[in-house]
Nanobody, 120 residues
């Protein structure tokens, strides 16, 4: 079992920055992917960014250049640096971990979500 604990959400003005953190604990396999999804009210949950344990990243195209994902493997922690925030970035941000048992088989885990609100 894996637990994910998120922190760093809040209210920020347009153009501001926030940094989200997500710490994972439990049985984490050597190859895994950690990252973030977000869900705005009335919308589906969408990919923000992912990073695997080898450091390869994947971003939603619309967020490249403003958001940066990173991780500390020793701490099993993933970070999301969000810059130049816009009102449309307002959403609940969910931490995700894909725990790979084999090359093609993984178990999906979710955090409880952290609210990010961008408003003047």
């Amino acid at each position: 079992q894996v637990q994910l604990v998120e922190s760093g959400g809040g209210l920020v003005r347009p153009g501001g920055s926030l940094r989200l953190s997500c710490a994972a604990s439990g049985t984490i396999f050597s190859f895994n992917t950690m990252g973030w999804y977000r869900q705005a009210p009335g919308k589906q949950r969408d990919l923000v960014a992912l990073i695997n344990s080898r450091g390869s990243t994947n971003y939603a195209d619309s967020l490249k250049g403003r958001f940066t994902i990173s991780r500390d493997n020793a701490k099993n922690t993933v970070y999301l640096q969000m810059n130049s925030l816009k009102p449309e970035d307002t959403a609940v941000y969910y931490c995700n971990l894909k725990n790979y048992r084999t090359n093609q088989s993984f178990v999906n885990y979710w955090g409880q979500g952290t609210q990010v609100s961008v408003s003047s």
